[in-house]
């Protein structure tokens, strides 16, 4: 085999169109590969303008000389109410964090109920003051809604969506497409803690200490780094698809490699342990109330202390550079010393046999 | 983690790679027979550090790639059937049969769950008995045991609604295949450390004898796999061929007797279809009659399957050794693991999913910092 036969790094691109499945299925909701197709190739040609195109996670609107921050989001989380929190919270905290990521501070959200018949009153009752205590703990108003009711076996219970609207400061300026070259990237907190709470919860898996999901709203951290270091490149906060998938996008959307050391990243005992048991690996599990910044190297430090004076950010690590190596992928040495790629998630991340 | 962290240490990870080196004089062929191991070698990056003369060849030890495409059919089949509740371990349903795959068969209206036990499989046959409930008992012998316990249990609980495609497969034969195979390059076996500790070792003795190769029984954190490396590299330019074991915290000669029992209690030995590489005699194990009114494959008749591999993939080539995932043509363009051509591709054991989620670029382009 010779060396032009090897796999052209540099030039590799997806090579697959809209993958052929007939049906959609449940990976094209999991934040990787099939996720990203279905919105380059389907989405994005169908809706295209200016605002769309970045793919961030709000879209920016200049209305009468302001710049106004827009995302939604829906939340179709099972079980309702898991260690640490509930769909409640995770509607509130989702959609602010979105707009969060652009550097927005969050104003007015929208709440879309979708419930299942059969619901129980009270169970939605409590889901709803959760859903408003979140949002006057965040400082943001629930303005406006909309209740639709689905036939018993046509939802799990309560399905929510929101949207948000925010306001983004002048001079900020965060987006996928910022990260360069030399910029350090950190990460808020200890990671995988949401997906974990809730696959614990599914699989019965029991710990010393249970895991808590670690969704919380993070527009008080973004706007604490931001007086500190008002030169932060991009914001994304590894949802589905956890760390790997965020940082994937982002070193496809700026055309940068991004390499990680795998030692420096945060991890709680309890949520490596379950990683392990279930055979996940914690960079591709979700997270709800932790950010990735990426700053240009000289402000790092500054970033670093910011972040890790706030309650949020607590636990916030180095945990990598952005180089102009290796373009559009993500690659982690190992704590023996090794080297592998992070490659994007594809659809759903698999438990492993053995 | 107690013990995963003592079996990741750097600094003994170095001092093992640095004896590797100053003991190999010559190129030397390994293959680590369990996909878990390849899984571990690729995720820690240990086929860089090793010296070039230490090649890594990935074994057929990946329950997913190996289970028979007839036998994929058959579960695709069986799960779209009205009524049936087709349990799985995840990594199958991504797994490409003739046409589709098991999450296509979910997108399709079929209800295919993802267990992480049988035993999970038989409570869901216990909640819901008006439904078929059938478990896709799949892997070498290390998920065995399992599966044949859950197949005496559901015999003592009665359950009617409960079966099990079954398509185990055995290690020994398999190695015997690839040594007895014409152009066999493998000159030592780091041999899979969890089937050991079921089956204990002493079926390698005689292995190891007669074709003269080393067999190491390798763990799967990254020191396990090192010292497994490194026992075969000292027996190799010594010129020794026996069997040592390289993972005692897990693994005795004679294994795990109550799990040998169940074993024989419910299966027993017979020929077996290896996708990829052909059919290998004695080398998987199917129900007893006993228990054969838990066998899917007879409750369920499917019939006349067109079964058709694609011409494009290389697995076979890439199970037997002869050829690296990424030298396959199809490597990265036609078949990723997220549209597999062949299964090797799909589970993170496989080796060609194993190169591509964490190989995809050379080595070359990344400097420590």
């Known amino acids: 085999m010779n060396d032009s036969a090897a796999p052209d790094v540099a030039g590799w691109t997806c090579p697959l169109p809209l993958r052929d499945y007939p049906q959609i299925v449940l990976g094209h909701g999991g934040g990787g590969q099939l996720t990203a197709d279905l919105v380059t190739h389907l989405f994005v040609p169908a809706f295209h303008n200016a605002a769309l195109a970045p793919l961030a996670d709000a879209a920016a609107l200049h209305l009468g000389g302001q710049r106004l921050a827009f995302s939604t989001d829906s939340y179709v989380v099972r079980p309702l109410i898991f260690p640490g929190g509930s769909i409640a919270e995770l509607a509130v905290h989702g959609t602010v964090n979105d707009l969060a990521m652009v550097g927005a501070q969050p104003l007015a959200l929208s709440a879309g109920m979708i419930l299942e018949e059969g619901l129980p009153v009270g169970l939605l009752a409590h889901l709803v003051e959760r859903m408003a205590a979140a949002a006057r703990a965040a400082g943001v108003s629930i303005v406006t809604g909309d209740t639709k009711v689905v036939e018993r076996g046509h939802g799990d219970g309560l399905y929510i969506n929101t949207a948000g609207i925010g306001l983004i400061p002048p001079g900020i300026e965060i987006a996928p497409q910022h990260a360069r070259p030399g910029d350090v990237v950190l990460v808020s907190g200890s990671i995988g803690e949401h997906g974990m709470a809730i696959m614990s919860v599914r699989e019965g898996l029991a710990f010393e200490s249970p895991i808590l999901s670690d969704t919380a709203p993070l527009h008080g951290l973004v706007a604490a780094l931001l007086a500190a270091v008002p030169d932060v490149h991009t914001l994304r906060d590894p949802t589905r698809g956890g760390v790997a998938a965020a940082l994937n996008e982002i070193a496809t959307a700026a055309g940068v490699g991004i390499r990680l050391e795998e030692q420096q990243i945060p991890v709680r005992p309890e949520v490596a342990a379950a990683c392990e048991l279930l055979g996940l690996d914690p960079l591709y599990v979700a997270n709800e109330g932790r950010l990735l910044a990426l700053v240009p190297a000289p402000a790092a430090a500054a970033a670093l202390a910011a972040l890790r004076r706030h309650p949020a950010g607590v636990h916030a690590a180095r945990i990598g550079d952005v180089v102009a190596q290796h373009p559009g992928l993500v690659v982690a040495h190992t704590g023996i010393g090794g080297t592998r790629v992070v490659a994007l998630p594809h659809g759903e991340q698999l438990p492993r046999i053995c | ?369």
Request: glycine share 8%; charged share 15%; hydrophobic share 45%.
């Open chain 2, 1 to 369: 983690m107690k013990y995963l962290h003592e079996f990741r240490d750097p600094a003994l990870a170095h001092t093992l790679l640095h004896d590797i080196r100053q003991r190999v004089t010559r190129p030397w062929a390994l293959m680590e027979v369990c996909g878990g191991q390849t899984h571990s070698i690729i995720r820690n990056g240990i086929d860089r550090l090793l010296p070039p003369e230490v090649e890594l060849i990935h074994g057929p030890g990946c329950p997913v790639c190996v289970t028979p495409l007839a036998t994929m059919d058959k579960a695709l089949a069986i799960a779209a059937q009205p009524g049936v509740i087709f349990c799985s371990f995840g990594d199958m349903l991504r797994v490409p049969g003739s046409d589709g795959d098991l999450f296509s068969v979910r997108g399709a209206g079929g209800d295919v769950r993802v267990v992480y036990s049988p035993l999970d499989a038989l409570s869901i046959a216990r909640s819901h008995p008006a439904r078929e409930v059938v478990f896709f008992g799949i892997g070498f012998e290390t998920t065995a045991p399992a599966n044949a316990q859950a197949v005496v249990l559901a015999q003592r609980q009665g359950l009617t609604n409960f079966s099990m495609l079954v398509s185990h497969v055995l290690v020994p034969p398999a190695l015997e295949a690839i040594l007895t195979a014409p152009d066999n390059r493998v000159q030592a076996f780091l041999a899979a450390g969890h089937v050991c500790s079921v089956m204990g070792y002493w079926q390698y003795e005689p292995l190891a004898a007669r074709y003269g190769v080393p067999i190491v029984v390798t763990g799967f954190e990254p020191l396990d796999v090192l010292a497994g490396v490194q026992q075969a590299v000292r027996q190799l330019e010594a010129g020794q061929a026996v069997v040592e074991n390289a993972y005692p915290r897990a693994v005795t000669r004679a294994g795990n007797g109550p799990a040998q029992a169940v074993l024989a209690e419910v299966f027993e030995v017979c020929d077996r279809n290896w996708r990829g590489i052909g059919p290998i005699p004695a080398s998987g194990w199917q129900l007893r009659p006993r228990y054969r009114a838990f066998d899917a494959a007879e409750r369920f008749a499917v019939q006349a399957l067109q079964t058709q591999e694609s011409p494009l993939c290389h697995s076979g080539d890439v199970l037997r050794g002869h050829l690296k995932p990424h030298q396959c043509p199809a490597f990265g363009t036609l078949c990723t693991p997220h549209k597999p051509l062949g299964a090797t591709m799909v589970s993170s054991e496989g080796a060609c999913a194993a190169y591509y989620q964490y190989g995809r670029f050379s080595a070359g382009e990344v400097t420590p910092a």
